[in-house]
């Protein structure tokens, strides 16, 4: 089962960052969190991944609060090809990914 | 890097046909790969894991003589969906990873069955 919660849908205007929080209350101490997309029709995009520290690519940064018991991915200018419905998964190195509901996200232009 | 491919695209077929996705890791050797099940407005489903040279591993409610999973190389997986009927008619994905390294996703396959 999916051990995360996130907001069903968000709008961001283009060119804004897009801030999508996610809660994982339960996680535990070798769990993962990563992030990826899927955009319509298509195979799920990974974006990034991180344990503790707070990580950053070419596509996007993952905050995660020291607790842990929650996340924030962050595009830092979003485009509309970023629309897409962004899933955030906990999961330790041996383990499946279980997918939640995710974010639906709109860019608006 | 870390290319999944996934064939078909898309599969239109008869009612009491088996159906075959194959699944491929194109520049790496996935140790693991997993089929996914995806309705319409609907989140993935994990289906089953599978391991190079073992059998699969089914999810709860996912009947293993239905969906039948080869996993012969590093490289290659297939699903093959037996006897299809239109309940099987779904967005079916595969993804593949390396120890210790995040999943990669394909494409996903389109069947639909008439």
């Known amino acids: 089962d999916a051990k995360t919660t996130q907001p069903p849908s968000m709008d961001c205007a283009e060119g804004r960052a897009a801030n999508l929080p996610c809660n994982h209350s339960t996680i535990s101490g070798n769990e993962y969190v990563y992030w990826y997309r899927q955009i319509h029709s298509q195979g799920p995009q990974y974006i990034i991944h991180g344990l503790k520290n707070n990580e950053t690519n070419e596509m996007a940064s993952l905050i995660i609060t020291e607790d842990r018991k929650s996340s924030t991915l962050i595009l830092p200018h979003a485009t509309l090809r970023d629309t897409a419905v962004y899933y955030c998964i906990v999961r330790d190195t041996g383990n499946q990914f279980y997918f939640g509901t995710g974010t639906s996200l709109t860019v608006i232009p | 890097g870390a290319v999944v491919s996934q064939h078909p695209s898309w599969v239109i077929c008869k009612s009491g046909t088996s159906v075959k996705i194959e699944c491929r890791s194109l520049d790496f050797q996935a140790t693991t790969m997993f089929w996914y099940r995806q309705f319409p407005k609907q989140s993935l489903m994990l289906m089953a894991t599978?391991?190079?040279?073992?059998?699969?591993?089914?999810e709860q409610g996912v009947e293993k003589d239905k969906f039948l999973i080869n996993h012969a190389s590093l490289t290659l997986s297939t699903l093959t969906v037996t006897s299809a009927h239109p309940e099987d008619s779904s967005f079916y994905i595969c993804s593949a990873r390396q120890a210790h390294q995040p999943q990669h996703f394909g494409d996903g396959t389109r069947l639909s069955i008439l």
């Open positions: 599978s391991n190079e040279g073992s059998k699969a591993t089914y």
